[in-house]
């Protein structure tokens, strides 16, 4: 893979004080106004998220996806704040072509048409951080050229140093959840994502443990036309996932089989999961002219855990199953959780048995019943956060952040697609050889084998 000789996406100080002035003042008078109200009794949780979502749903930038993971954290934000972030939409105007020849230009450099047989100038798909287009390779291969917009390491660091300012303003409201880690891992993976580089390694690491697999199908990168900013790789052909939601049950059960396992298998067997479960992350494959599986896309917000943490999510769940309260202990100490009370550990269990409970049932059944895609979990991490006003606070691992928000993701897959499947049974086959060392050996091969640094427990 290739890097830019000319990099025009230099962390800019004017881009960067640019941006830290917009987001700055956007946010912090939406601070200003909810501390007044505040002052004089007239505080509104919804009117505060109204306003909050008003200024970053302004700002089209990576803000907003660092807004939709803090909605699927219990009381990591007011629930009122929760219901409007997630009515945010992480995308972006698309680049205008002119300014999408400028930017492969400063990636590939002068001449860089003759590279391809063809590229479309219209983006197939546009969101937060970049765009996709679509292009024919020299050797006739139909390729998703992935071009991240400019001056966007500039836009995240605003972005994250005003995340500090979100969080400082629920924190004189004394919440239940201690958000200290969190944002330190959303900062981690949200700079991951803007290296390319990084993604092709992931996208090579799921190529290996999906090789040869017949109801996942994963991208090839094409390093030749790849850079840090820019990635290449084969098309998948495939059609919306929300394009089946009203095909016959067998079918809609066959993809989210697929789903199942595609998110699944990798934790259980590697201690990677893919962190953003997006329905546009996701699209179907046809194999003789039939639906067949999924085509997993976006490599950009993926998770390494170290296989002891792995552990701990089996031990929780079948703490949790067996009704084994010391395993369950354990389970919570592996994760990272500390200084853990009985009543608080019980107050845990209430969205550990939300997101286990559907793998706890030995019988076919949805992932949730009366209840719409959007307000999965919404319920639960309300009662949580209740019960935490009064016995917590409690400090939430950072591991924690992106696991519960790809189980959030995939449950509300699952509701669109309406699947009706036996999840404990799936999930007890992927956990079935489940061996500490052995996992060990295997995610360091499979990592060393994509470029990719070992987990740090």
Same mark, same amino acid.
């Given at each position: 893979m290739s890097d830019s000789s000319n990099d025009g996406e230099k962390n800019r100080l004017s881009s960067r004080v640019q941006r830290y002035a917009k987001v700055g003042a956007g946010v912090g008078a939406t601070a200003a106004r909810?501390?007044?109200?505040?002052?004089?009794? +007239?505080?509104? !949780? &919804?009117?505060?998220? /109204? #306003?909050?979502?008003?200024?970053?749903?302004?700002?089209?930038?990576?803000?907003?996806?660092?807004?939709?993971?803090?909605?699927?954290?219990?009381?990591?934000?007011?629930?009122?704040?929760?219901?409007?972030?997630?009515?945010?939409?992480?995308e972006a105007p698309p680049m205008g072509y002119a300014f999408v020849k400028r930017r492969m230009m400063s990636e590939l450099g002068a001449g860089w048409e003759k590279k391809f047989a063809k590229f479309e100038p219209q983006p197939a798909a546009a969101a937060s951080l970049g765009q996709v287009h679509r292009a024919v390779a020299l050797d006739g291969a139909a390729i998703a050229v992935k071009l991240q917009y400019p001056d966007m390491e500039s836009a995240v660091e605003a972005d994250l140093r005003q995340l500090?300012?979100?969080?400082?303003?629920?924190?004189?409201?004394?919440?239940?959840?201690?958000?200290?880690?969190?944002?330190? +891992?959303?900062? !981690? &993976?949200?700079?991951? /994502? #803007?290296?390319?580089?990084?993604?092709?390694?992931?996208?090579?690491?799921?190529?290996?443990?999906?090789?040869?697999?017949?109801?996942?199908?994963?991208?090839?990168?094409?390093?030749?036309?790849?850079?840090?900013?820019?990635?290449?790789?084969?098309?998948l052909e495939g059609e919306k996932l929300l394009d089946f939601k009203d095909a016959p049950l067998?079918?809609?059960?066959?993809?989210?089989?697929?789903?199942?396992?595609?998110?699944?298998?990798?934790?259980?067997?590697?201690?990677?999961?893919?962190?953003?479960?997006?329905?546009?992350?996701?699209?179907?494959?046809?194999?003789?002219?039939?639906?067949?599986?999924?085509?997993?896309?976006d490599y950009g917000c993926i998770r390494i855990f170290p296989p002891s943490f792995?552990?701990?999510?089996?031990?929780?769940?079948?703490?949790?199953?067996?009704?084994?309260?010391?395993?369950?202990?354990? !389970?919570?100490?592996?994760?990272?959780?500390?200084?853990?009370?009985?009543?608080?550990?019980?107050?845990?269990?209430?969205?550990?048995?939300f997101i286990y409970g559907p793998l706890l049932e030995d019988r076919v059944r949805p992932i949730a019943e009366g209840v719409s895609p959007g307000e999965?979990?919404?319920?639960?991490?309300?009662?949580?956060?209740?019960?935490?006003?009064?016995?917590?606070p409690v400090k939430v691992p950072r591991e924690f952040v992106f696991m519960d928000r790809a189980a959030i993701g995939l449950g509300g897959v699952f509701l669109h697609l309406r699947a009706e499947l036996n999840f404990y049974r799936l999930f007890n086959e992927q956990i079935a050889d489940f061996d500490l060392a052995a996992m060990r050996m295997r995610q360091a091969a499979a990592l060393a084998g994509a470029g990719l640094s070992p987990a740090v427990a």
């Open positions: 909810m501390a007044g109200a505040r002052l004089f009794g +007239e505080a509104d !949780a &919804r009117r505060e998220g /109204e #306003l909050i979502a008003a200024t970053l749903g302004s700002l089209k930038g990576p803000l907003m996806k660092v807004a939709q993971l803090l909605a699927t954290i219990p009381d990591a934000v007011p629930p009122e704040w929760s219901a409007e972030l997630m009515k945010l939409q992480s500090d300012l979100l969080f400082g303003v629920h924190r004189r409201m004394k919440p239940a959840v201690d958000t200290t880690d969190v944002a330190k +891992e959303i900062g !981690a &993976r949200v700079r991951e /994502e #803007l290296d390319y580089t990084r993604e092709a390694r992931h996208t090579a690491l799921y190529g290996g443990i999906f090789q040869g697999d017949g109801d996942v199908r994963v991208p090839v990168i094409r390093p030749e036309l790849s850079t840090r900013r820019l990635l290449a790789m084969n098309w067998d079918l809609r059960n066959r993809l989210a089989t697929a789903m199942f396992k595609a998110w699944w298998y990798p934790f259980s067997h590697y201690g990677v999961i893919h962190g953003d479960p997006h329905l546009g992350n996701y699209t179907v494959f046809r194999q003789d002219g039939e639906p067949h599986g999924i085509n997993l896309l792995v552990q701990g999510v089996i031990d929780l769940y079948l703490g949790l199953r067996d009704n084994d309260a010391e395993r369950v202990v354990h !389970a919570y100490d592996v994760w990272g959780f500390k200084g853990l009370t009985k009543d608080l550990i019980e107050i845990l269990n209430i969205w550990a048995r999965y979990g919404r319920k639960e991490a309300f009662r949580v956060a209740q019960a935490l006003k009064e016995k917590g």
